[in-house]
């Protein structure tokens, strides 16, 4: 199913179809501040081995990341000193990844990780989505990993194309326009100094 949302202004109604998906243990594809998205319920573990059966990756041991609707949300799920706490204050809402510590209230499947990836991206749909939820989504870029960054098809950015590919296999793609083919920059939080793991489209100097 494809479902029209527009990022200037959000129809509620929309977000809430869109929300009842993810509770009842839906996957669901929408735009972010970078690459299209995978998205379920954190809390839903059905909903998370879904997402990484879909994507290749072993629950246990690949690593997983979570979007949230605001600071106040992450210090939930993440535990945050006061340097992790400055910079992303600096950085987000943005198109970043924070590796930090994992938090004790996390969902139970990643109850044996150190560690978590954060974001909280600067797009209204996703995390207005978020919001209405009351959970973290997990979240996974459509992006193949296997192909390379000039290979990369029409899918990442178009949500009709999007769509065509994943129909099968998610029940809703959330059409919030074109979106961007980088991926997030990922910067480790979780010692000091921090370290830049990948380049993306967001710019930072540690």
Do not use: W
Request: aromatic fraction near 6%; hydrophobic fraction near 35%; glycine fraction near 8%.
């Amino acid at each position: 199913m494809l479902l029209k949302i527009y990022p200037d202004n959000p129809n509620r109604k929309d977000l809430d179809r869109a929300a009842d998906i993810l509770r009842d243990g839906g996957l669901v594809i929408y735009p972010t501040d970078t690459l299209y998205a995978i998205g379920c319920d954190a809390f839903n573990v059905r909903a998370v081995e879904r997402i990484c059966r879909i994507k290749g990756i072993d629950p246990q041991k690949g690593k997983l990341s979570i979007v949230c609707h605001d600071l106040s949300e992450a210090g939930a799920y993440t535990r945050i000193d006061n340097a992790a706490f400055k910079l992303m204050k600096q950085l987000l809402p943005g198109p970043f990844t924070l590796i930090l510590p994992a938090g004790a209230d996390l969902p139970r499947i990643y109850k044996s990780r150190r560690e978590v990836g954060l974001r909280i991206p600067d797009n209204p749909i996703a995390c207005e989505l978020v919001r209405t939820l009351g959970n973290p989504m997990l979240t996974m870029s459509v992006r193949d990993p296997s192909a390379a960054d000039d290979e990369e098809p029409e899918y990442l950015t178009d949500p009709e194309l999007i769509h065509e590919k994943y129909d099968s296999r998610v029940d809703l793609v959330i059409d919030g326009g074109i979106g961007d083919n980088q991926s997030s920059t990922v910067i480790d939080c979780t010692a000091t100094p921090f370290t830049l793991v990948r380049q993306g489209k967001g710019l930072v100097e540690l």
